[in-house]
């Protein structure tokens, strides 16, 4: 550096200093238990799924569900009304907000059975975060108990699963339990189309003629099939006028909607087409027998 000037030397010798100190740090070891840039954390292994990922890097956990519980493990008077059912006891490892959605609700008792008031549907709110289920069993049974199914998401790719057991006591004596014979029956069928909960009315169980057939199916809706809903929709509005007769003219109702499932098995759509126009009618069907 002879014939430089001075302050030249200097700031050459500082960049020599600084790249000798560099090159003389010893390069991050993932796995060694000490957080190193670009290190973000280091649990002492290289396993993925603990929260430090195997390039020890910061991981979301999901969350859990296996401590989940609901609101009310247990209903009475059985009543037959309808009692809101939430998740609770759910939890997110890194402190995530968690949302719940039920996705189904079963019950191990039928849904019109001896001694239960022949009330129907037994349980709404899937795709909510609360479910309502109905205070109602059997009284031939040995009590009712509800399987309320839900996911959590805590909105970073963790899911998690469960299912929570409501009880409706056959009576009320001291210790008394229910007998769970498993989740065997669709609780929410015979609810009306989701479009319409909340205020729904006999005549929203069957669509509209023109709205049961798919878009991508090309082509009407059969003409058997469309009579036999228009007369079930008239059915259907009758009911809705509380003429007293209403249970009788929803079972009408239901007939006409199983024959026009079976019309459009048996028409000119095709076969996917007619299946989805099937599953349709006959959920419009089961619908129409729940009203009262």
Known sequence: MTGMPSTLRIASLAVLLVAGHAAAQPLP???????????????????????????????????????????????????????PIGILGVTDPDGD????????????????????????????????????????????????????????????????????????????????????????????????????????????CAPPPDAVTPPECAGDTPASVAHRIGKARALLARAAHGSGRARRLGRKAARQLHRAADAAGHGTLSSSCAEVVEERLDAAAACAMCVQ
């Open 29 to 83: 070891i993932c796995g060694n238990g000490i957080v190193e840039p670009p290190e973000t954390c280091d649990d002492g292994n290289l396993l993925d799924g603990d929260g430090c990922s195997a390039l020890c890097q910061i991981e979301n956990l999901p969350p859990d569900c296996s401590g989940a519980f609901p609101t009310l493990d247990e209903l009475w008077p059985p009543n037959h009304k309808f009692a």
């Open 97 to 204: 907000p968690v949302t719940i959605v039920v996705t189904g609700v079963a019950q191990d008792e039928p849904l019109v059975g001896a001694g239960d008031g022949n009330t129907c549907p037994d349980a709404t709110g899937v795709g909510t975060d609360t479910a309502s289920v109905r205070a109602e069993r059997s009284g031939q049974g040995d009590g009712r108990v509800y399987h309320v199914s839900f996911t959590a998401d805590d909105g970073r790719g963790g899911t998690c699963a469960g299912a929570v057991a409501v009880c409706v006591r056959h009576d009320h004596r001291p210790n008394g339990v229910c007998g769970d014979g498993g989740a065997l029956v669709d609780s929410t069928s015979g609810a009306p189309p989701t479009p319409c909960q909340g205020e729904c009315g006999p005549e929203d």
